[in-house]
């Protein structure tokens, strides 16, 4: 995996993809090891993360105002829905990302605007 660019802010998967490095690769033990964001284990022989309650709230509160973008026949240019999304008049602020060639995520800062 490649090392972030600092200059952008991390995604929810980097996060979560940078709190599952290991120290030593190999097997994951199957003792609990604590991640940067949820607990490191093993379920079925396979990877897993567990969160904790107040993890999942924290979660869930950076995107309580998101909305998922459906494109069916795909998205156009990022630049050209940032446009669209200006023309709205928000009260608060928009970010969108890519999650897929089809879906956007799409996060307001206020309530008023969702």
């Known amino acids: 995996m490649a090392e972030p660019d600092p200059s952008r802010p991390l995604s929810f998967a980097g996060v979560v993809a940078a709190g ?18 949820g607990t490191k284990s093993t379920s079925k022989g396979r990877r897993a993360v567990f969160f904790s309650p107040v993890e999942v709230n924290q979660l869930a509160h950076s995107l309580r105002f998101a909305l998922i973008g459906k494109f069916p026949h795909g ?29 956007v ?9 969702f």
């Open 75 to 103: 998205t156009s240019s990022m630049l050209r829905l940032r446009k669209c999304f200006d023309r709205l008049g928000l009260k608060g602020s928009c970010t969108l990302g890519a999650l897929d060639a089809v879906n």
């Open 20 to 37: 599952m490095k290991l120290q030593n690769p190999g097997p994951i033990s199957k003792s609990f090891e604590k991640a940067a964001l």
């Open 105 to 113: 995520l799409i996060k307001l800062t206020t309530e008023e605007d």
